[in-house]
């Protein structure tokens, strides 16, 4: 086995060398399931710290640290830890003996998730256990086959036996690990590594363990996009929903500051609240025919938005949904469109020009709050002198057929 030299993702690895009988074989079973790894092949006892090791740690993704009496001891693994911990690396503590940290390090360490190898029945468990960390996913390649059951299974019994998960918890886990092996063994190809990270309930998407992707296609069997179910994917770029995705559950792809490109299915009913709340690297965004609801703050801060299209069939938008879309230069707003709420496009800076398609429209007094360059709305010919509450006095009203 050797350290991984390339540009994507790695793990460094920092431990002691005493214990390198017990660290390079969990070594080389993470590299075979597809993580990338450095470690420091030896250093002479009583040489200083290499600069190579100290730039190691700086490219890092992520770090384990092997926690050993011998690595607590070592002055090179105080050094790792302390320049990933300042660098604001994410460390995952892998306890190989129940020793207490020193020199600091459990001020350093005391938020880091841990893993304790005498929780678990052996060696294959406790590794399996690293390999499942959610934290690490960014530095494993894309997997070709579903985690195996059984496996998942021993590690949620262990995680029950530790007190970290009540029987209820490990029965709804176990349940869940059950429908993705079945959906997985049904599913088509492409499908498989997407599957491979979901934890699924029903033909609902309950939560994604994020792999380092940039293009994810939902596989055809998820209707539902579940709450916070992508929640923070900030390497995600292009996100495929044409497969029949029917409903788009409360912050599911929030915060997913990379994603620049989405293709929405055109059976998508519903979006939740605060949906795509951050998501600044969209351009255009096309919601499509048949949705019917854009909920509260679904797009707020979506600052990278420059063309918005809205499907025929949307009968409502919800409080703050486009709000701070401050790139937006035109509005169409669709015939058949019963309500703007609350503050929809508060703050919207750019908009110009606004097309209102339906005299039935209701919009709310605060709906175009703060769209401050706003200076032509057209609305049917129909409306007559009826006030357009929601809308700044100083714009010009034409209206046409």
Same mark, same amino acid.
């Given at each position: 086995?050797?350290?991984?030299?390339?540009?994507?993702?790695? $793990?460094?690895?920092?431990?002691?060398?005493?214990?390198?009988?017990?660290?390079?074989? $969990? #070594?080389?079973? @993470?590299?075979?399931? *597809?993580?990338?790894?450095?470690?420091?092949? *030896?250093?002479?006892?009583?040489?200083?710290?290499?600069?190579?090791?100290?730039?190691?740690?700086?490219?890092?993704?992520?770090?384990?640290?092997?926690?050993?009496?011998?690595?607590?001891?070592?002055?090179?693994?105080?050094?790792?830890?302390?320049?990933?911990?300042?660098?604001?690396? %994410?460390?995952?503590?892998?306890?190989?003996?129940?020793?207490?940290?020193?020199?600091?390090?459990?001020?350093?360490?005391?938020?880091?998730?841990?893993?304790?190898?005498?929780?678990?029945?052996?060696?294959?468990?406790?590794?399996?256990? +690293?390999?499942?960390?959610?934290?690490?996913?960014?530095?494993?390649?894309?997997?070709?086959?579903?985690?195996?059951?059984?496996?998942?299974?021993?590690?949620?019994?262990?995680?029950?036996?530790?007190?970290?998960?009540?029987?209820?918890? +490990?029965?709804?886990?176990?349940?869940?690990?059950?429908?993705?092996?079945?959906?997985?063994?049904?599913?088509?190809?492409?499908?498989?590594?997407?599957?491979?990270?979901?934890?699924?309930?029903?033909?609902?998407?309950?939560?994604?363990?994020?792999?380092?992707?940039?293009?994810?296609?939902?596989?055809?069997?998820?209707?539902?996009?579940?709450?916070?179910?992508?929640?923070?994917?900030?390497?995600?770029?292009?996100?495929?929903?044409?497969?029949?995705?029917?409903?788009?559950?409360?912050?599911?792809?929030?915060?997913?500051?990379?994603?620049?490109?989405?293709?929405?299915?055109?059976?998508?009913?519903?979006? *939740?609240?605060?949906?795509?709340?951050?998501?600044?690297?969209?351009?255009?965004?096309?919601?499509?025919?048949?949705?019917?609801?854009?909920?509260?703050?679904?797009?707020?801060?979506?600052?990278?938005?420059?063309? @918005?299209?809205?499907?025929?069939? #949307?009968?409502?938008? *919800?409080?703050?949904?486009?709000?701070?879309?401050?790139?937006?230069?035109?509005?169409?707003?669709?015939?058949?469109?019963? %309500?703007?709420?609350?503050?929809?496009?508060?703050?919207?800076?750019? $908009?110009?020009?606004?097309?209102?398609?339906?005299?039935?429209?209701?919009?709310?007094?605060?709906?175009?709050?703060?769209?401050?360059? @706003?200076?032509?709305?057209?609305?049917?010919?129909?409306?007559?002198?009826?006030?357009?509450?929601?809308?700044?006095?100083?714009?010009?009203?034409?209206?046409?057929?």
């Amino acid at each position: 086995m050797t350290p991984y030299k390339g540009n994507e993702n790695y $793990i460094f690895i920092s431990y002691a060398h005493k214990d390198s009988a017990r660290v390079l074989p $969990i #070594l080389e079973t @993470l590299a075979a399931e *597809g993580f990338r790894i450095w470690f420091d092949e *030896g250093i002479e006892v009583g040489s200083e710290w290499p600069a190579f090791v100290a730039a190691r740690v700086r490219g890092c993704a992520r770090m384990i640290y092997f926690v050993t009496e011998a690595s607590v001891d070592s002055k090179n693994c105080r050094n790792e830890v302390n320049l990933a911990y300042t660098k604001d690396k %994410e460390i995952l503590v892998a306890y190989l003996d129940r020793v207490e940290l020193k020199h600091g390090m459990d001020l350093q360490l005391g938020t880091s998730q841990a893993v304790f190898r005498d929780k678990y029945s052996g060696d294959d468990a406790f590794v399996r256990s +690293l390999a499942r960390a959610e934290l690490l996913q960014v530095c494993r390649e894309t997997p070709s086959s579903a985690p195996a059951y059984a496996d998942l299974v021993e590690m949620a019994a262990a995680s029950t036996a530790s007190g970290h998960m009540t029987l209820e918890q +490990l029965k709804g886990y176990i349940e869940s690990i059950q429908e993705v092996q079945k959906l997985f063994d049904e599913a088509e190809e492409e499908d498989r590594e997407t599957l491979a990270h979901c934890e699924m309930k029903g033909d609902v998407l309950v939560k994604f363990r994020f792999f380092g992707k940039e293009e994810i296609r939902i596989p055809a069997s998820v209707r539902v996009i579940g709450k916070e179910a992508f929640r923070g994917c900030r390497q995600l770029r292009r996100l495929d929903l044409t497969t029949g995705v029917e409903e788009i559950g409360d912050w599911a792809f929030a915060n997913c500051t990379g994603l620049a490109e989405v293709d929405f299915a055109q059976g998508l009913k519903k979006l *939740g609240a605060s949906a795509f709340y951050g998501c600044h690297g969209i351009t255009r965004l096309a919601l499509p025919q048949g949705l019917e609801t854009v909920g509260k703050c679904a797009f707020t801060d979506c600052t990278g938005v420059t063309e @918005l299209t809205l499907p025929q069939d #949307l009968h409502s938008i *919800g409080a703050a949904a486009f709000m701070r879309c401050s790139r937006l230069t035109r509005l169409s707003l669709p015939r058949g469109l019963r %309500e703007v709420a609350k503050d929809a496009f508060y703050g919207c800076e750019g $908009i110009e020009d606004i097309l209102i398609a339906d005299i039935g429209t209701k919009l709310d007094p605060r709906a175009f709050f703060g769209c401050k360059n @706003l200076m032509r709305i057209s609305v049917p010919r129909s409306w007559g002198k009826q006030p357009l509450f929601g809308l700044p006095a100083y714009a010009l009203v034409h209206r046409e057929d």
